[in-house]
């Protein structure tokens, strides 16, 4: 069956723009994570949706970051005013339901803002 | 700071070598997760360990968790060049509710 899509794959954007990057989740996985990975820091957290409950924006850095999930499936993380420590690559996963449930990572985007 | 932090960071051995990763910390787990993670590619789940002191083995690769809960390790037996990856560890973190806190990873190549 279909993984998780991520899309772009790779986005280049200039300091100062917006930028919007979109994960469609596994059919029926009502848990979607969104997750930064960049050079020297590793994995980090950003936001998890569950179902229709309010999303847990615990990890996003700064309110340039923010997400919405539409319709308990598709989920758009956006990046307001582009940094260049924005530069990562934005992974995104869904589970059937909350950890433990086993997690599925999309192939991710990789943004460079310059 | 890291609430995981693994061991080494960067691996090259030669086909048919062993290896052990570390991950450690210094917070209790409820469990412990292991990915695979190739380039170009998310993390892909190997295993989750739950029971402290408990022992997993899925092929030529043995995990642990520590009796603590603190620690796991994982141990590749006869090494093969399509074992190369970045190994993350990641747990169920105390302030980040459902959602996994990662070791930095180590990157291990094994060469023919």
């Known amino acids: 069956g279909a993984g998780v899509s991520q899309s772009p794959s790779n986005k280049v954007t200039e300091k100062g723009k917006d930028v919007e990057l979109r994960c469609d989740p596994i059919?029926?996985?009502?848990?979607l994570y969104w997750y930064r990975q960049s050079l020297g820091q590793g994995l980090e957290f950003l936001i998890y949706?569950?179902?229709?409950?309010?999303?847990?924006k615990s990890g996003l850095p700064s309110d340039r970051f923010s997400a919405e999930r539409t319709g308990g499936s598709v989920s758009t993380l956006t990046i307001q005013r582009t940094q260049q420590e924005d530069s990562a690559v934005y992974l995104c996963?869904?589970?059937?339901?909350?950890?433990?449930?086993?997690?599925?990572f999309g192939p991710g985007t990789r943004l460079t803002v310059t | 700071t890291q609430l995981l932090e693994q061991s080494p960071q960067f691996l090259s051995i030669q086909e048919g070598e062993n290896l052990t990763v570390y991950c450690n910390s210094s917070?209790?787990?409820?469990?412990l997760q292991w990915y695979r993670q190739e380039p170009g590619e998310g993390p892909v789940l190997l295993v989750t360990?739950?029971?402290?002191?408990e022992v997993k083995k899925l092929k030529r690769l043995t995990f642990q968790f520590g009796d603590a809960r603190k620690d796991s390790s994982l141990h590749i037996t006869a090494a093969q060049p399509g074992d190369t990856g970045l190994y993350l560890c990641?747990?169920?973190?105390?302030?980040?509710?459902?959602?996994?806190?990662f070791g930095k990873g180590t990157s291990l190549l094994v060469t023919p």
């Open positions: 996963a869904s589970s059937l339901e909350l950890f433990p449930y086993e997690q599925y």
């Open positions: 059919s029926g996985h009502t848990a």
């Open positions: 949706f569950q179902g229709n409950s309010a999303p847990d």
């Open positions: 917070s209790v787990f409820s469990s």
């Open positions: 360990v739950v029971t402290g002191g």
């Open positions: 990641a747990g169920e973190g105390p302030n980040s509710g459902y959602a996994l806190n």
